[in-house]
């Protein structure tokens, strides 16, 4: 379970960006997350970060979407305000994911599904912009 999480949250950032149909803006975002998993007794509760985006991290959406050099992304697909990908993760924290984003002016909307040892899991995922970073 430990290692779900851990690779789940590895790829946290992963629809954070992959953003291009309406081009992702450099600067402070915010990303809140929340996991599902079929069977658990309990909601997991959202998890809230702030990253900040340079103009060469949103120039290249495949560097954006994993910074793992263990996940290769695949199938990477645009069309208007929508981007969907596959991704597949080797080594310790192998797993496939599928996922789309929705993008508005200075947010987006994911969802992303994953499968790692045996367990699946759906991650909804929300960014804002926040402004410039400090």
């Keep these: 379970m430990r290692k779900v999480l851990f690779a789940a949250l590895a790829v946290l950032l992963v ?37 900040c985006y340079t103009k060469s991290d ?20 645009t069309s208007a305000n929508k981007v969907s990908w596959k991704m597949k993760c080797t080594g310790e924290h192998a797993a496939t ?19 790692s040892q045996g367990q699946d899991m759906t991650m909804k995922i929300k960014g804002k912009r926040l402004g410039n970073c400090k």
């Design 58 to 77: 949103v120039a290249d959406q495949k560097k954006i979407i994993s910074r793992d050099k263990n996940c290769t992304v695949t199938d990477l697909k």
């Design 97 to 115: 994911m599928t996922g789309e984003t929705v993008f508005g002016s200075d947010s987006y909307a994911s969802v992303m599904k994953m499968k």
């Design 15 to 51: 629809p954070a960006v992959s953003l291009a149909a309406e081009a992702m803006r450099d600067g402070l975002w915010e990303v809140t997350t929340q996991m599902e998993m079929p069977g658990m007794p309990m909601k997991m509760p959202p998890t809230v970060m702030k990253h």
